[in-house]
């Protein structure tokens, strides 16, 4: 366990569904982000959010929409998405800090684009 | 952020130490070198990170060359649980808050 859960584990949905994955981390950090991962490619950076705003968007198409409430919440809000966007959906967390920040990652959510 | 160079896999015998090498000969002297470790379709584990100095913690000893372009990651006693992709990320703490994730090295644990 490191502090981050994120739910569903696992999510299939149609090209016309609207669905949200959560993000909750326990561990009291000011930044948390959202990481795609797909088959046999390394994870790609999508949204940061430190203290509640997102400071990093790594051109990601509009039919994914993140949200940060609060410091410990993240939600990722999926609408009209397409077959390519299967994949390992991953929340991370961290304090940001001058001398460095460690992530803390949360189990992922797979997720299946019929 | 400085690029890093990783073997693409590398075999331990169960109770062996695992040696994981890494080059990062552009790293620059404010950069960190960071481990993580990625068990098939689980999220990112954080190992361990340094500077200049060599570390050790519960989970692996980091030992950093003195020109500190190049590191290894020591797993001291391997078990079959290590199996895993383990990824050297080198990053400045002013960089924002990129990790970039390489294609790591798929170390496997053998009985």
């Known amino acids: 366990e490191t502090g981050v859960t994120q739910t569903p584990r696992h999510l299939v949905m149609g090209m016309t569904n609207k669905k949200s994955l959560k993000c909750e981390q326990h561990?009291?950090?000011?930044?948390m982000y959202w990481y795609k991962q797909s088959a046999k490619k390394p994870l790609e950076l999508m949204f940061v959010y430190s203290l509640e705003e997102r400071v990093e968007n790594n051109s990601v198409p509009s039919r994914f929409s993140p949200e940060c409430p609060n410091s410990s919440h993240l939600f990722l809000h999926l609408h009209t998405l397409q077959p390519e966007d299967s994949a390992l959906y991953l929340c991370a967390s961290s304090h940001r800090q001058a001398s460095g920040e460690t992530q803390y990652f949360g189990p992922g959510t797979r997720l299946l684009v019929l | 952020d400085a690029k890093t160079t990783q073997p693409t896999s590398m075999d331990c015998a169960e109770g062996r130490a695992a040696n994981l090498p890494c080059n990062h000969s552009?790293?620059?002297?404010?950069?960190?070198v960071y481990w993580y470790r990625q068990i098939h379709s689980q999220g990112p584990q954080y190992i361990i990170h340094g500077l200049k100095n060599n570390e050790t913690n519960e989970m692996a000893s980091l030992i950093i060359t003195e020109d500190r372009k190049s590191s290894t990651l020591i797993l001291p006693h391997a078990t079959l649980r290590d199996t895993a992709v383990y990824y050297c990320i080198v990053k400045a703490p002013t960089s924002g808050s990129r990790l970039t994730f390489g294609e790591g090295t798929q170390l496997t644990v053998n009985p």
């Open positions: 552009t790293i620059s002297g404010n950069e960190y």
């Open positions: 561990l009291g950090h000011n930044a």
